[in-house]
């Protein structure tokens, strides 16, 4: 048996990306903010051989599909690590698609919830280094946005963030270089699924499955009323009829599903308010000016600012590419030009 030893001299190098491993996606950047990888939180396992057979976006597609030999784990929810194992299987794998594979040490900035617990942090810090990093920081997702959105985070000034991902949103009030408060629920864009899914049990009968109601969601929900003209948007919906269990195909316009997302909307609209009654006066006087700022992949959903301005009276945009906000943030504070170091909660 032959063993390949590492060259001395390649374990003094060091490599830095920014990691975001969030309950629908695993995002990796260089320093520079180039995404590296880009694949879903998702990993199968063979239950015989003890195995992952398949992990990111081919593992996504065994979801309500695989045998029962073959377990599909989605190891991370709302932030949390609920699958040590499956987690550590998972990242180690992608960090090795990354990887040059020549021995350097890894030190990576983590993008965590700013609600988890301190037993939470350390768990996904022990993750990380049990998949192959060296170093790891953790950077809450938050100021992780706010940074990869280019905001003006060390200024005097009050700024509301609504951070809207796959398992979690989060509403927090920023001010020179921290968060004063934060609030977060069990929404997202998840929950905006979940909501698709029971309106078309409720309104016609039909079951679709996680897949379709994503698709459904992204393809033709609105937050806002759609327009009743002509034209719009259009997709075919598939799923069975619930009382027979027979497949059915039916072409749905954007008008069809007015009103599909109103409890998940509402509960956002809750969560900003919320944060609102309990920030000081003068940081909502700031808000007042800022307005929302909106990151993480639900926040595309289509009307959303539109919704936000017309219900909580507050001019709202969107991050550019809000998906990669946090992420390119992370990997901005590893940059010792930037000088974010101090921001870093260890």
Request: proline residues 5%.
């Amino acid at each position: 048996m032959s063993i390949r030893l590492r060259n001395p001299i390649s374990m003094l190098r060091s490599v830095q990306y920014g990691l975001d491993a969030g309950t629908a996606n695993t995002l990796i950047t260089n320093v520079t903010g180039d995404v590296l990888l880009d694949e879903p939180t998702v990993i199968a396992f063979d239950q015989d051989a003890k195995a992952p057979i398949a992990t990111g976006t081919e593992a996504k597609s065994y979801l309500g599909k695989a045998p029962e030999r073959i377990s599909v784990v989605r190891p991370i929810d709302a932030g949390v690590i609920v699958d040590f194992e499956a987690a550590k299987a998972l990242l180690r794998t992608f960090l090795g698609r990354v990887l040059e594979g020549n021995g350097a040490r890894v030190k990576l900035c983590v993008v965590v919830p700013l609600g988890v617990t301190e037993l939470e942090r350390r768990t996904f810090e022990d993750c990380c280094k049990a998949a192959g990093a060296s170093k790891v920081l953790l950077l809450s997702a938050p100021l992780a946005a706010a940074i990869g959105s280019g905001l003006d985070i060390r200024a005097p000034k009050g700024r509301l963030l609504l951070g809207i991902g796959a398992g979690l949103a989060e509403a927090s009030v920023l001010c020179l270089s921290d968060i004063v408060l934060s609030q977060s629920a069990p929404l997202g864009a998840n929950a905006f699924h979940a909501a698709m899914m029971r309106y078309f049990a409720a309104t016609r009968q039909v079951a679709i499955g996680e897949n379709m109601a994503e698709q459904t969601t992204i393809n033709l929900a609105s937050a806002t009323p759609p327009a009743l003209a002509s034209g719009g948007r259009i997709m075919t919906v598939t799923g069975k009829q619930s009382m027979t269990g027979t497949p059915c195909a039916e072409e749905m316009k954007e008008a069809d599903l007015s009103g599909a997302l109103a409890e998940p909307l509402q509960a956002l609209v809750d969560l900003v308010r919320g944060v609102l009654e309990k920030a000081p006066a003068e940081l909502v006087a700031d808000i007042a000016e800022t307005g929302i700022h909106l990151y993480g992949g639900g926040s595309a959903l289509q009307g959303l600012p539109e919704f936000f301005e017309a219900t909580l009276k507050l001019k709202t945009r969107v991050a550019e590419e809000p998906r990669l906000a946090s992420v390119r943030g992370a990997a901005a504070v590893l940059r010792p030009d930037l000088d974010f170091k101090n921001i870093i909660k260890k």
